[in-house]
């Protein structure tokens, strides 16, 4: 049996089905382990004494002899992601975490305008104002620059969860697409009859980009958000006005070998967006980790699409769920999203221009992981978490 000193080591080599060696980490398939329900299980199971593991998890200055963060050449094994989630835990404790945007935040907000629907992305009208215009190459909505705003008629809305509603709005043309590449995203505008301007906000659709027709979205409704009060009260046939594409990061196949995208709440919309590029193309061979923060289980939103990514690409994705509120139930992470759990599953620094993390989600989440966007067009420097891993500011994308 291989002896291991370092518990965080092993939780790395698990992570992607690998099996550490005590010379010079070489790396092989490992057979599956079934039926594991924690970290005692699965310590056990890999007869590794859990007192001996408690011992050496909290030698915390002892550094880390080894990160390994690759891939399996072999079907990933099926241990559970709550054995890695409390090996951590274990090792380091849960701190350096962040407050996600819940209902208090939201009601103090702001009022009018200014309401909770707005934290995401405050600069929506100096968006509005530099919409470049786009390669036209077949029919489409949405062209951008001088374009002006488009009305959309909603066509149906279905219930996702206790918060949030998908929308369809259907085009003009059942034979025109969005014009959308990835990953870019639309503003929406509403001005209600007592409202002295407009409430405009941007919004990533969570449906295909060349789909025909129609354009769908997924929107969290927030008490005193103006723009999302008003979408949850629409009904088919209203009309709604939008305008873009507002372009963000330009993905092109195997631009980096491996992506982290690290969301909160409804950030996650441009992160199934970009997955949804890779994955539907069969020359793109990027390899992505998702870590999800939510408040309770039934906020995490597309958690069944990439449930599906995830048994459908067990070597290329990954997806790892933290929740401030878990049911008892739940195996996955507790807590916020922190150092710990990051320095863990995220892609090595070292790696330079061959990965790339992207990040969205409430302020408090930008203001812990990477710090704050300055402007559309400036994405700030590089604090927080991800500046204390040694990233790169080249190395991080804020939505």
């Given at each position: 049996m291989t002896k291991l000193t370092e518990p965080i080591n092993l939780?790395?080599?698990?992570?992607?089905?690998?099996?550490?060696?005590?010379?010079?980490?070489?790396?092989?398939?490992?057979?599956?382990l079934s039926k594991v329900t924690s970290a005692t299980s699965y310590l056990e199971a890999i007869q590794i004494p859990f007192s001996m593991f408690a011992r050496s998890a909290f030698r915390t200055a002892q550094p880390l002899k080894a990160r390994i963060r690759q891939y399996a050449t072999e079907p990933a094994r099926n241990i559970p992601s709550g054995a890695l989630y409390a090996g951590i835990a274990a090792a380091a404790g849960v701190g350096g975490g962040y407050y996600y945007l819940n209902q208090r935040s939201s009601l103090n907000a702001g009022k009018g305008n200014k309401g909770a629907d707005a934290l995401k992305s405050p600069h929506p009208r100096e968006e509005e104002?530099?919409?470049?215009?786009?390669?036209?190459?077949?029919?489409?909505?949405?062209?951008?620059?001088d374009q002006g705003w488009v009305d959309l008629k909603l066509e149906k809305v279905e219930q996702y969860n206790h918060n949030t509603k998908r929308f369809r709005f259907i085009f003009p043309d059942q034979d025109q697409v969005s014009g959308l590449k990835v990953a870019s995203a639309l503003l929406v505008k509403y001005q209600g009859p007592n409202d002295e301007k407009p409430v405009i906000r941007p919004y990533t659709p969570v449906s295909d980009e060349d789909a025909k027709g129609y354009i769908d979205f997924i929107i969290k409704k927030y008490p005193r958000g103006p723009m999302s009060e008003h979408l949850h009260d629409m009904n088919p046939p209203q009309r709604l006005q939008f305008k873009g594409p507002i372009p963000k990061y330009p993905w092109e196949e195997n631009k980096h070998e491996q992506?982290?995208?690290?969301a909160g709440g409804t950030g996650v919309t441009p992160m199934y967006q970009l997955c949804r590029a890779i994955f539907s193309n069969p020359a793109d061979k990027t390899k992505v980790t998702l870590v999800f923060g939510n408040i309770s289980e039934e906020d995490i939103l597309l958690k069944r699409e990439f449930e599906e990514l995830e048994n459908t690409y067990p070597q290329r994705f990954r997806a790892?769920?933290?929740?401030?509120?878990?049911?008892?139930?739940?195996?996955?992470?507790?807590?916020?999203?922190?150092?710990?759990?990051?320095?863990?599953?995220?892609?090595?620094?070292k790696e330079g221009s061959k990965i790339m993390l992207f990040v969205c989600g409430p302020p408090g989440m930008y203001n812990s992981i990477s710090g704050p966007k300055k402007s559309p067009r400036d994405q700030g420097e590089l604090s927080g978490i991800l500046q204390e891993l040694g990233y790169s500011k080249d190395q991080v994308y804020k939505f």
């Amino acid at each position: 049996m291989t002896k291991l000193t370092e518990p965080i080591n092993l939780l790395r080599c698990n992570l992607w089905g690998l099996a550490p060696s005590s010379n010079n980490i070489v790396i092989k398939p490992t057979t599956a382990l079934s039926k594991v329900t924690s970290a005692t299980s699965y310590l056990e199971a890999i007869q590794i004494p859990f007192s001996m593991f408690a011992r050496s998890a909290f030698r915390t200055a002892q550094p880390l002899k080894a990160r390994i963060r690759q891939y399996a050449t072999e079907p990933a094994r099926n241990i559970p992601s709550g054995a890695l989630y409390a090996g951590i835990a274990a090792a380091a404790g849960v701190g350096g975490g962040y407050y996600y945007l819940n209902q208090r935040s939201s009601l103090n907000a702001g009022k009018g305008n200014k309401g909770a629907d707005a934290l995401k992305s405050p600069h929506p009208r100096e968006e509005e104002k530099n919409i470049p215009p786009q390669p036209i190459s077949g029919p489409q909505v949405f062209v951008g620059g001088d374009q002006g705003w488009v009305d959309l008629k909603l066509e149906k809305v279905e219930q996702y969860n206790h918060n949030t509603k998908r929308f369809r709005f259907i085009f003009p043309d059942q034979d025109q697409v969005s014009g959308l590449k990835v990953a870019s995203a639309l503003l929406v505008k509403y001005q209600g009859p007592n409202d002295e301007k407009p409430v405009i906000r941007p919004y990533t659709p969570v449906s295909d980009e060349d789909a025909k027709g129609y354009i769908d979205f997924i929107i969290k409704k927030y008490p005193r958000g103006p723009m999302s009060e008003h979408l949850h009260d629409m009904n088919p046939p209203q009309r709604l006005q939008f305008k873009g594409p507002i372009p963000k990061y330009p993905w092109e196949e195997n631009k980096h070998e491996q992506i982290a995208l690290i969301a909160g709440g409804t950030g996650v919309t441009p992160m199934y967006q970009l997955c949804r590029a890779i994955f539907s193309n069969p020359a793109d061979k990027t390899k992505v980790t998702l870590v999800f923060g939510n408040i309770s289980e039934e906020d995490i939103l597309l958690k069944r699409e990439f449930e599906e990514l995830e048994n459908t690409y067990p070597q290329r994705f990954r997806a790892f769920y933290m929740l401030d509120h878990p049911p008892e139930s739940w195996t996955g992470g507790k807590g916020y999203i922190n150092k710990d759990l990051l320095k863990t599953v995220l892609p090595e620094p070292k790696e330079g221009s061959k990965i790339m993390l992207f990040v969205c989600g409430p302020p408090g989440m930008y203001n812990s992981i990477s710090g704050p966007k300055k402007s559309p067009r400036d994405q700030g420097e590089l604090s927080g978490i991800l500046q204390e891993l040694g990233y790169s500011k080249d190395q991080v994308y804020k939505f």
